[in-house]
């Protein structure tokens, strides 16, 4: 083998682990824009709520934005993985939380933590795409950069709302405002 069939192997082999990684990270964007909209429209009407709804919309830009990479890098959709990532987050809703027919306040902490997981997951994939942004001109590092810092401040909220909500399910901090 030349090193020019070596060099060529080698990028096809990567665009195929590219292609997965980004479909993996396509189906916890999907699953986290459920999430996040039913959180969302579970504190509808309080301080939370609005938050979490900002928060929403900006998971749904961010699942959107994955998707012009993936175009921008060639990069099919696996359909099956957008699926899965739908099947996990109802899955997920089946969990019990000490109570069978009301919204248990565990649940916003547990969700609230779910999300701040899945947020750090997505600014980890967009730091991978950073780096393969140096070296391939398809991806805007610009873009990749704003991505970044707004994970970053989405963080911030998620951990703000989560303080709350674990205050209030150990009675150290007012229930208002959902």
Known sequence: MTGAQAVATA????????????NDHLAGATGGVELARRSAAAH????????????A???AMDRAALLDLMAALDVPVRTYK???GLVGERVGRLKL?????????LSSLEELELLSLGV???????RTLRLLADADPRLDRGRLDELIARADSQ??????????????????GPAAGG
Do not use: C, M
């Open 11 to 22: 990028g096809r082999a990567g665009h195929g682990l590219l292609g997965i990684y980004l």
């Open 120 to 126: 750090t997951g997505k600014a980890a994939g967009w």
């Open 82 to 84: 957008v699926y899965a």
């Open 57 to 59: 919309s900006d998971v």
């Open 44 to 55: 509808q009407g309080g301080e939370a709520g609005a938050a979490l709804g900002r928060f």
């Open 97 to 105: 939380n000490g109570r069978l027919l009301a919204r248990s306040p």
């Open 155 to 172: 963080l911030e909220l998620l951990e703000g709302l989560r303080v709350r909500a674990a205050q209030v399910i150990l009675g150290q």
